[in-house]
């Protein structure tokens, strides 16, 4: 915390913005947690589950991006990469042996 000498209104400024930093922080890790397990269905083979998880993984990054916790070219970049891994996926068929 700041000492005795700083200007309250930067005290106030460093206790927004350690709320902000707290609650974004809650909003990156659920959206790394929703990632793994949409490449963990991907790697399972699961196309069905595949696919509905990249919509609601491309709903969860839109609002992080809404609410200020991510760049909206980092969410960009992070929903084309996603779709281009379940694409591949969903073009590779698993043949029987």
Same mark, same amino acid.
């Given at each position: @915390? ?8 930067? *005290? ?5 913005? !350690? ?6 922080? &809650?909003?990156?890790? &659920? ?11 991907? !790697? &399972? ?6 696919? !509905? ?5 491309? #709903?969860?990054?839109?609002?992080? *991006?809404?609410?200020? &916790? @991510? ?15 379940? #694409?591949?996926?969903?073009? *590779?068929?698993?043949?029987? !042996?």
């Amino acid at each position: @915390m700041p000492g005795k000498d700083v200007r309250k209104s930067a *005290v106030k400024t460093f206790a927004q913005s !350690e709320r902000a930093r707290l609650r974004h922080k &809650a909003t990156r890790n &659920a959206l790394w947690t929703t990632e793994k397990k949409l490449r963990a269905a991907v !790697e &399972a083979g699961d196309k069905n589950s595949a696919n !509905e998880m990249l919509r609601s993984q491309y #709903a969860a990054l839109d609002k992080a *991006v809404k609410s200020g &916790a @991510m760049h909206k070219n980092q969410a960009n970049r992070k929903k084309s990469r996603l779709g281009k891994l379940v #694409a591949k996926t969903a073009a *590779v068929e698993i043949k029987p !042996e």
